[in-house]
């Protein structure tokens, strides 16, 4: 069977990488826009590289009348212990060959001011009762904080009331360098071809039923054919679905948001003081990707400091693309879910536009808010982030991710961006069992499921805590980021 991946990023790699070691007789080809694996959204840089476990993330906890709702929580943190067994996997069999190139252990803190004190103690009652985060902990009191993050507290009023919670077995995760040693594997090791500097422009069915590919390779149009395509492109996988011709192509249309970071380099002694990802709660009308944290970075052995998010409307489908090729993506019947966004949503849509317009000089002055002094201790620059496509789904904005599988499962497609590249073992196994199911069928294919992934049901983790423990500590320790104290 001939199976068809548009996109590198982390999302078609694992896919591809999946397929291949379940079902070795597929025969799989990934194209790829830009000229190498993981160059896009995955990149260091194009995203906030947390490891998200929703340890710290206040958006993943939502609060209805006082209620802490943890169940979005709950499987958010099952599904990255089941992305963990994955990449153990890749590092047992040599595919990484140092899990230190991509994953590092850093705290999870979550820090807020008077005014949202008791909600963090909520939260931290309701979750610490939890196995998952049987070892978060809690603090109104500013030494302990501080010995937690230093930079967010050493110019800090002692006066100023603060909370704070922090699990110590956080993770940093470099999605670049993963995808990149990942698609490495796949093509030397697995057979996965990859052509690089290949702009899909169009898909449809051929008369035999077959997909057709339509691409430019360096500046030369070609043709694919594909009895399975899986599109995995990021923000780009909006307009290929238009021209699918699929019946639910027009339930769906993409709203692009924009962002940047503040960067400093630092020195290895100074990322020891400060190893830590420190996230505090979103502007009123903000998007959940807008949530600002202070988060030490590790990127070819180099520390650095990244604060932000600062979002922004910019309609491109990708980094890199241009207004047009949002504009062509575009069809009539995308105007009134557009339309209803802006009206529904106008605060969001208010805060976006400001944010685009936003200078430097408001960005430090959110740093110093954030943390004081930082914006003057260290050589800050501003960079620009990912670009995000967030879904709307018959006129209403989503913040999550979708899987789309048509229903003769020749053609699959991921739309979406949170909590995304963190996740994707576990969706991309989703995917493949909703877009390949006959090769789960084969005794082969279950045995090496159960090698890769140990235990791979995410009710069983949530309610199994010896299970959880026991599936946590063997990838912790695999992938070299230790272990939990005892609770």
């Known amino acids: 069977m001939n199976v068809i991946i548009i996109g590198a990023g982390i999302m078609g790699t694992t896919l591809a990488t999946l397929a291949k070691e379940l079902a070795p007789e597929l025969d799989v080809t990934i194209l790829e826009r830009l000229d190498r694996a993981g160059a896009g959204n995955s990149w260091v840089f194009n995203n906030a590289g947390t490891g998200h476990e929703a340890n710290c993330e206040l958006n993943y906890t939502p609060v209805d009348e006082e209620v802490i709702s ?22 047992e069999k040599g595919a990484i060959k140092d899990p230190k190139s991509f994953i590092n252990r850093t705290k999870h803190c979550t820090i807020v001011s008077e005014s949202s004190i008791e909600e963090l103690r909520l939260r931290f009652k309701e979750m610490s009762a939890h196995h998952f985060f049987e070892n ?19 110019e800090r009023p002692r006066h100023e009331k603060m909370a ?9 995760v470099n999605f670049g360098a993963l995808t990149e040693q990942m698609a490495a594997h796949a093509v030397q090791e697995l057979g996965v071809k990859i052509e690089y500097g290949t702009h899909v422009k169009r898909v449809h069915r051929s008369p035999t039923g077959r997909w057709l590919i339509e691409a ?61 990802k420190t996230y505090g709660k979103a502007a009123v009308g903000a998007p959940p990707m807008s949530v600002p944290h202070l988060d030490l970075r590790v990127a070819d052995g180099q520390h650095y400091l990244l604060f932000g998010p600062f979002a922004s409307f910019k309609p491109v489908l ?90 003769d499962k020749t053609y699959g497609t991921l739309l979406g961006a949170s909590p995304g590249a963190s996740v994707s073992p576990e969706v991309m196994l989703r995917c493949l069992e909703q877009l390949l199911p006959s090769i789960f069928t084969k005794d082969e294919a279950q045995e090496k499921r159960k090698e890769i992934f140990p235990e791979d049901d ?30």
């Open 70 to 91: 943890v169940e979005k929580a709950l499987k958010i943190h099952a599904q990255f212990n089941i992305a963990k067994q994955f990449w153990a996997h890749l590092v």
């Open 136 to 154: 978060m902990q809690f603090s109104e009191d500013f030494d302990e904080i501080k010995s937690w993050i230093p930079y967010l507290m050493e």
């Open 164 to 172: 704070a919670t922090v699990i110590e077995t956080g993770t940093d």
């Open 216 to 276: 430019e390779q360096n500046g030369t149009e070609i043709q694919h054919r594909a009895d399975v395509l899986f599109v995995g492109a990021g923000g780009g996988a909006f307009p290929l679905l238009k021209k699918s011709h699929l019946p639910f192509r027009s339930r769906f249309t993409g709203f692009p948001v924009g962002g940047r970071f503040l960067q400093a380099p630092i020195s290895a002694e100074q990322a020891e003081q400060y190893r830590a």
């Open 318 to 407: 990708e980094k890199g693309r241009g207004f047009f090729d949002y504009l062509k993506s575009m069809r009539l019947h995308d105007i009134p879910g557009l339309l209803n966004v802006a009206l529904e949503h106008f605060p969001l849509v208010k805060y976006l536009v400001s944010e685009t317009f936003k200078g430097e000089k408001s960005m430090f002055e959110e740093l110093e808010r954030f943390a004081p002094g930082m914006s003057k201790k260290f050589n800050w620059k501003a960079i620009e982030a990912g670009q995000r496509v967030q879904i709307i789904k018959d006129g209403d904005l989503q913040m999550g991710t979708e899987i789309l599988v048509s229903s």
């Open 458 to 487: 995410l009710d069983t983790l949530i309610n199994n805590p010896e299970r959880y423990r026991a599936i946590r500590d063997s990838a912790n320790s695999k992938l070299g980021i230790g272990q939990p104290a005892t609770p």
